[in-house]
Structures are given as structure tokens and as C-alpha cells.
């Protein structure tokens, strides 16, 4: 059971970059510059300590998640996408006119008991 899913398109652009850019992973801050967008990083690009949460890993990249965005959440099962446009963001796919967006639903009850159990 996971917290996180990728599209089929978003693994394409995704998988273009990591031929790029090596070693990646995702990132979403809730801070500034598109904060609830999931930012795609060079792995050394971005410092992770015991603030972020590991949801899950997609095709290889990790997916992080600040604790305090987290807490708001925490009861949804999310999935990274991909849409024209540009966001105000570093993300790699920035450049190729497109930006990586989330889509969410609340967690059935079966996930919540499972994915949230230390908080029940």
C-alpha cells in the first residue's frame, strides 16, 4: 500500500530528466515558489533532514515531504502528474515548458488504518 503514484505521463518526463540529470528526487516544501507543487531536484541539490518525510519512491526518485505540510496531508493518497505551464519554481522540468502538479483523495479507511497506524 502507497501514498504516492506517478502518471504514466509524469513517468516520461520524469525518466527524460533522471537521463539527463542522473540522480533526482522530489521534494514538496509548502514554503514559497509553488509550495504545494512537488519540485523535481538534482539529489545533491537539496539538503534533507528530519524535517522531511519520506512518502514513497516513483520509477527510483524519492519523494519528501516537509512534516509540517504532512500534517495537512497525512489522510491522502497523492499522485504526481504533469501540465503545461510554467511554475515559479526550480523543478528540472521547468525548462521543457511543463510543471509537475498533485492530485489527491482522501485515504480509504483500509489505507488510513494501514499508512496512519502510529497516529490512531
Known amino acids: 500500500m502507497d501514498r504516492i503514484a506517478i502518471t504514466e505521463t509524469a513517468t516520461k518526463v520524469l525518466n527524460t530528466l533522471k537521463a539527463k ?5 522530489f521534494h514538496q516544501s509548502g514554503g ?3 509550495g504545494s507543487a512537488p519540485m523535481l531536484l538534482e539529489k545533491d ?8 518525510i519520506l512518502l514513497g519512491t ?8 516537509n ?13 504526481v502528474d504533469v ?18 502538479l498533485i492530485h489527491s483523495r482522501l485515504l480509504t479507511e ?7 497506524k502510529k497516529n490512531n
Open 110 to 116: 483500509e489505507e488510513n488504518a494501514v499508512l496512519n
Open 32 to 34: 514559497c515558489c509553488d
Open 45 to 52: 541539490d537539496m539538503y534533507i533532514d528530519e524535517s522531511d
Open 83 to 100: 501540465t503545461e505551464g510554467r511554475g515559479a519554481s526550480f523543478s528540472l522540468e521547468i525548462p521543457l515548458g511543463l510543471r509537475f
Open 21 to 25: 540529470h542522473g540522480a533526482l528526487i
Open 67 to 79: 512534516q509540517d505540510q504532512f500534517e495537512y496531508w497525512k489522510h491522502t493518497h497523492l499522485t
Open 58 to 65: 516513483l520509477q527510483g526518485v524519492n519523494f519528501y515531504m
